[in-house]
């Protein structure tokens, strides 16, 4: 019996060429590396320097236990961690 193997895509192709390329050294900057890699990766760069970057300061973790605080109250002291983090999300990012 002949078994046949469907042929790789297009994609499929693109990323096995492509995924050596993208690796890079445990230990090293990702930073530096997409710094590097952003004209082959534009939007994924773009990402990496938003979602990557450590913020520089403590003042945004203080509000959000600040922000906390004004939500979680005697009379909401029972609501569950998942509710009090919705709370915390709708209060700083809807816009009223």
Not at 47 to 74: H, K, N, W
Request: charged share 20%; proline share 7%.
């Amino acid at each position: 019996m002949l078994t046949t193997t469907p042929l790789p895509t297009r994609s499929q192709r693109k990323w096995h060429s492509t995924r050596h390329q993208m690796a890079f050294q445990w230990g090293g900057d990702p930073l530096v590396w997409w710094k590097s890699n952003e004209c082959k990766y534009p939007h994924i760069a773009m990402m990496a320097r938003r979602y990557l970057a450590v913020p520089g300061t403590l003042v945004p973790s203080e509000r959000v236990f600040s922000t906390a605080g004004d939500i979680v109250t005697a009379k909401r002291s029972t609501l569950s961690p998942e509710n009090v983090d919705i709370l915390i999300f709708l209060k700083k990012n809807l816009k009223l």
